[in-house]
């Protein structure tokens, strides 16, 4: 177990607010993840030795600016964890953050200190980034409403990426009426549409335990369907297309500097990219492939306005105290969950709607892209959190 931290790796003393009038975020704090842009601040994404080979970046992230205009404040930056490769949120270099909602488990990463930190009633929004599930497993393990948006719908300027085609700036809040004047306040305006037709795929939620299933079920909007969404090859195939895939670009992106550094990356960290250092070319191209094949086959599936509804881990977050080999089945597992959404630039909401043994649950629903704005209004008005 590494030692505990404070969300924050530095708390502003003054928060960054515009120059303008309060826009529709006024009076709202945010908590940013320490791998998007602040002018004046060091960008030091969770590694010791990133951060010291930077320079105080010279303009705010995009998205960054997005909040400021909108009229929210900017109160500091999180920790999160090395370089955002991992999920749970242990940072052996600095430290991780307590898990409000369950203080004996762990926070979930790798936006974990955003998370804590709107958790906790020290921000009202975080901002974290999202790659194979950076929001939406945090989100679960904390108890708050997290927000993937479609892929491309926000700008990454300004913001150290991973597997850039996978990669979306992405939100938490602690209910849902946080987020509806987040996305009433970032996204451009919308007819409402037909009413959804709610789908729950019943191979996603066989990833789950039967004590799950049952804490979440009830959940389930009226008149929901449970049935198949892929065939078992298919399904089977979502987890190592994404490793691969994610795995290949990581390696693109960051291998470089890596190689030329030598950073001391904690345990499970170092092991990754060494995997992803050896992927190959045939292997990638094999795998984009792959994911052609999902993408195409879920946009089918949602073009009529179906919303798909599963839970968005396969558990609460781990014990704190749990030995980080040993989680490996879950990591698989919750893997699986997150990469449907990533493989297909789909939006993706988590809300805290259950719990299990003391811990948050979250349900996940899942709908075509650039169809954010209206899966959040129809969530806000069938549910409350």
Known sequence: MTEIC????SLFANALVHPAPAGTLGGLRVAVKDNFDIAGHITGAGNPEYAEDQT???????????LLDAGASIVGKTHMDELAYSLMGVNSRYGTPINPAAVDRVPGGSSSGSAAAVAAGRADIGLGSDTGGSVRLPASFCGLVGWRPSHGLFSPQGMLGLAPSYDVPGFFTRDLATLTRLANALCEPVASGAPARWVAPTDLWALCSSPVQAALQPYLPEGCEQRLLFDPETRDSLLPTFRTHQGYEIW??????????????????NERFQAASQLSKAAFNGARNQRTAIREGLQQVLADGTVLVYPTAPGPAPLRTAAQSGLEQYRNAALTLLSVAGHAGLVQITLPLGSLEGAPLGLSFVARAGSDLELIRRLASSYQT
């Open 6 to 9: 404070d969300p924050f790796t």
């Open 56 to 66: 105080p970046a010279l303009a705010h992230a995009d998205a960054v600016v997005r």
């Open 252 to 269: 693109h992106l960051l291998g470089e500097w890596i190689t030329r550094r030598r950073p001391a990356f904690g345990p499970g960290i």
